[in-house]
């Protein structure tokens, strides 16, 4: 099928590459000029795993062009997603205005020739895909107002579940596809775009290979409103499953309880499941905050108080806070201590800095009077870029960033930190403080190396007195 793509962020390039290496012909359409001409010269704009070796497969196969004009490749189109950020405003609900510019931007560039699908990729608020078609519609009649009546498409609301940093394994290799739309033709029509990806009948990309146990991806279709809902309900309970398990690893650095431990014995429980159980200093990146916000926005506007989702939201700024008590714990005075930081990225394997909990740790410890260094694989030069307000030295390597450094917070668990020379680190150290935010290092080994380890819901090993001593 004939494909454009509104938005080449992290969304919609993977989109984009991973319809047209299915055998569609699409064209990537972004009014970011720069991000255009990145594309054009073959590379991505984003980091991520796979997608540079992806792009030029997909343009062999299907076809993949780049442009900053949307109204000839729409015109072609059978299916245009609209894959424009939503990001939140200060009061916490969606900012649709990008949105909006491209639903109108795409009834403009339609004509009678024939029946195109209109696909909202977007997060957006419970509602939105009544409002994309009302711009769709005021697009076309204010482009062509005599021709308004035969220009025919359809609305479908298809959120993106995607992972940054596995975005093309969770693109090709979903766990479903969901497609809310009320209207038979459009149904049909994302059927047929998505046939490959459901059949699963395409050769794997190198290096993204196709999972074991996966021979069909169930498509489920719903409502318009019902699908926007799945994507915030989705969102919300991974957050809710992450602060659980960072509520009940502070509840185990009280009790004595090892939460690694805790959280295998209750993963394995079937109805619980393993995943997103790890503790740690809390989730970011551009969707969970940003989505239970608007979720919580959206219920007031009908006057409902989601409790729940405030809590999810209380629980994950304390886990973040809790990195500058557990220093101060260790250090005391933080004021004039130099902080080294392992990772900035959201998470590893991107270079996605939105609403990164580095950025929070670093902006609370420089306020209160800290230096603070940094070392991230791949994510400083945006962090430079994005928060020049932020006064971090930026290092060479882990190495770099602990020399005589009073603590190092391991921030983000990229895998090269697994591999780290713990005693050469703790070696360098002017004080050799481990705050091991991700649990990434065994307590163990840390201590062997000469570290003070502290990690997440993790308590020190009792001494043999304390462990002694008959129960009160
Ligand atoms: N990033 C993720 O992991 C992820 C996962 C699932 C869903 N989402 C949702 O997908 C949407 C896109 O997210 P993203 O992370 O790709 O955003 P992004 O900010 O990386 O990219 C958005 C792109 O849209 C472009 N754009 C804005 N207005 C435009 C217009 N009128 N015409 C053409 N291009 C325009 C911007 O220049 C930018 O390149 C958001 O609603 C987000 O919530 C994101």
Redesign the pocket.
């Known amino acids: 099928m004939r494909v454009t793509v509104?938005?080449?962020?992290?969304?919609?390039?993977v989109t984009g590459a991973c319809l047209a290496y299915l055998g569609h012909r699409v064209t990537c359409?972004?009014?970011?000029a720069a991000?255009i001409a990145l594309l054009r010269r073959g590379e991505s704009?984003?980091y991520e795993p796979h997608l540079a070796e992806l792009l030029p497969l997909a343009e062999a196969r299907g076809g993949l062009d780049f442009d900053t004009g949307?109204a000839a490749a729409a015109a072609e189109s059978d299916v245009i997603f609209i894959?424009?950020?939503?990001?939140p405003l200060p009061g916490g609900e969606?900012d649709l205005s990008?949105?909006e510019?491209?639903a109108r931007?795409a009834g403009a560039a339609m004509d009678a020739a024939r029946f195109r699908v209109v696909v909202n990729?977007?997060?957006?608020p419970v509602g939105s895909g009544n409002l994309v078609e009302a711009l769709v519609r005021e697009g076309i009649e204010e482009a062509r107002p005599a021709e308004r009546r035969q220009i025919r498409f359809g609305v479908a609301s298809n959120?993106?579940?995607?992972?940054?940093g596995s975005?093309i394994s969770d693109s090709l290799y979903p766990d479903r596809i969901v497609t809310g739309s009320s209207d038979p033709e459009t149904l049909a029509a994302m059927r047929e775009l998505y046939r490959p990806l459901v059949e699963q009948s395409f050769d794997p990309p190198p290096g993204v290979p196709r999972p074991a146990a996966l021979a069909r991806v169930p498509m489920v279709a719903t409502t318009l409103t019902s699908a926007e809902m799945i994507?915030y309900a989705a969102n919300a309970f991974l957050t809710l499953k992450i602060g659980f398990a960072n509520e009940m690893a502070n509840i185990c650095e009280h009790v004595g309880a090892e939460a690694p431990e805790v959280m295998t014995g209750i993963g394995l429980d079937a109805r619980i499941g393993s995943r997103f159980l790890s503790p740690g200093i809390g989730w970011g990146?551009?969707?969970f905050g940003?989505?239970v916000n608007a979720l919580l926005h959206t219920a007031h506007e009908y006057g409902y108080d989601s409790r729940l989702l405030r809590a999810s939201l209380e629980v994950n700024a304390a886990q973040r806070q809790m990195v500058i008590q557990k220093l101060q714990e260790r250090l005391f005075i933080l004021k004039g201590r130099t902080i080294g930081l392992l990772g900035l990225a959201f998470k590893p394997d991107t270079d996605?800095l939105r609403d990164a909990p580095s950025l929070h740790i670093a902006e609370r410890l420089l306020q209160m009077g800290a230096r603070v260094k940094a070392y991230d694989p791949v994510a400083m030069a945006a962090c430079r870029a994005q928060r020049p307000d932020l006064k971090i030295r930026y290092c060479d390597s882990a190495q770099d960033a602990a020399v005589e450094a009073d603590a190092l917070v391991l921030v983000t668990e990229w895998r090269e930190f697994r591999e780290l020379d713990l005693a050469g680190l703790a070696r360098v150290m002017a004080r050799p403080v481990l705050v091991d935010g991700r649990n990434l290092f065994s307590p163990e080994a840390a201590r062997a190396a000469g570290f003070e380890y502290t990690g997440v819901g993790r308590p020190r090993p009792r001494t043999a007195l304390q462990a002694a001593e008959p129960p009160a």
């Open positions: 509104i938005g080449t962020g992290y969304v919609g390039t359409v972004d009014t970011d991000k704009p984003i949307l894959a424009v950020g939503t990001p969606a990008y949105l510019a491209a931007s990729k977007s997060t957006v959120p993106e579940f995607l992972r940054e975005a994507k990146g551009s969707c940003k989505d996605d």
